[in-house]
C-alpha cells in the first residue's frame, strides 16, 4: 500500500471520509506524512506509522502541543484526531525567509523558557522522541535528571551499543558525573524538546508556529543546542543574540551545545540507520573524556 492510501484509511477510520486525496510530505524521519484535501472541509495534515506500534504515541504529541500553547502561549497547530493510529491537525505555512520571524520566534521561546519554570524536571508520563520512548520520571536534580534521562539511556540501544566502542561509552558516563562541573546550574521549564528547524513552520498570518514536541520540563538550553546545531538559516543569524538577551543567557552558552545536543544525536544514531554524522560527533564530543585525567 502507498503512503498515500495508508495515510487516506487511516482518515477513513477516524470517522474523516470526504478525502478526495492524499499528498505526501517530507521532513519529518519517524512516521509517514501527507496533506489531505477534502470534499467538504478545509485540508488537514496527517500523521500514521507505516505499521501499527499500540503506542499512545499521538495522543502524547497532541497533549504537547497543547501544553505548549496553553502554559507557554505558544502557536500550535489545531488537533482534530489524535488516537493510537493517526494524528489529523490543521494545517500550518512554511516559514517565511525574514528576519522578523525569526526575530518573533526568538521573543516566543523566551517567552516559554522564562515563564514556565518548574521545581522538578521531567514530565507525568512518557511520550515519545521520534519512534522511541522520552522517560520522564521526575528528579529533583537537573545534573542526575539529564545524565540518566538523556544520555544514559540510550546506551542500551542495539543500534547505539552496535555505534559506540566500549571506551565511548565509558566517556559519556565520565562526562555524565563531571556535569555540574561542565554546565551551569539551571531550573527546569517546559521545553519543546525536538525543537529542530524543521519543526519550525507559520500561522496562517505569518506567526511562528512550532510542530512535534517531546515535552518536558527540563533545562531550556534543549531546545536552543537543537536550534543552534541543525543548520539554522541566515536570516536567523539575530534569533540567538536576541534570545540570548532576553533570557539573561551568558556569553558561554555555545560552548555548552554540543554537550547538550549529545542527547539528540544518540536519540538519531538510536533509531535510523543512517545517523548522518550523529556518531561521529557523538565520538568527538566525548574524546576528552576517553582518558583518565584529563580535565576538559
Known sequence: MSS???LAERLSRAGIDDVVTVEPVSGGLAALAGRALRRNGPPVFVKAFAEATGTSAFVAEAEGLAALRELGGLA???VLVANHEVLVLSLLRPRPATESFWEQLAHALAHLHTNTVHPRFGWHRENWLGRRRQVNTWSDDGFAFFAERRLLRWLTEPRVEAALEPADRLALERLCDRLP??????PACLTHG????????ATTDGRPALIDPAVSYAWAEVDLAHLWTTVPPPESHRFFDIYAE????DAEWRARMPIIQLRQHLAVVAQF???????????????????RGLNP
Open 76 to 78: 500550535t497547530p489545531d
Open 246 to 249: 532576553l533570557t539573561g543567557l
Open 4 to 6: 498515500a492510501a495508508l
Open 194 to 201: 525536538d525543537l529542530w528547524t524543521q519543526n519550525v513552520l
Open 273 to 291: 540507520d543512517d545517523d548522518w554524522g550523529a556518531a561521529e560527533t557523538i565520538r568527538a564530543t566525548l574524546a576528552p573524556f576517553r582518558a
Open 181 to 186: 562541573d561542565l554546565l551551569p546550574d539551571r
